[in-house]
């Protein structure tokens, strides 16, 4: 019912930018909120940000906080994330996710994409 589909990821040194963007198709009247989940090499999936998407309110995991943003265009059915002073650490592969709960709950997920920070 809804297809998420990730763009931006590439490689970037340290220090630098990158801007991620997911596009929701399908039966996208029924999102309630989206956001980004990362997955390092050997690590478990883990949260890096999200937002409701009527009221745009935003929630970013500590590791990011600062340094990641986290967008909403309406128009195009997409969120964007700004990635600044990106750090190795922030290396993986990046996920799309959307929930159609207000209990946040990832039911549909893009294909990933990759970010890789080079020291």
């Known amino acids: 019912q809804v297809q998420l589909v990730e763009s931006g990821g590439g490689l970037v040194q340290a220090g630098g930018s990158l801007r991620l963007s997911c596009a929701a198709s399908g039966r996208s009247f029924s999102i309630y909120g989206m956001g980004w989940f990362r997955q390092a090499p050997g690590k478990e999936r883990e949260f890096v940000a999200r937002?409701?998407?009527?009221?745009?309110?935003?929630w970013y995991a500590d590791s990011v906080k600062g340094r990641f943003t986290l967008s909403r265009d309406s128009a195009k059915n997409a969120v964007d994330l700004k990635m600044n002073s990106l750090k190795p650490e922030d290396t993986g592969v990046y996920y799309c996710a959307a929930t159609t709960r207000v209990t946040w709950s990832s039911d549909y997920w893009g294909q990933g994409t990759q970010v890789t920070v080079s020291s």
């Open positions: 937002l409701n998407w009527r009221g745009s309110t935003t």
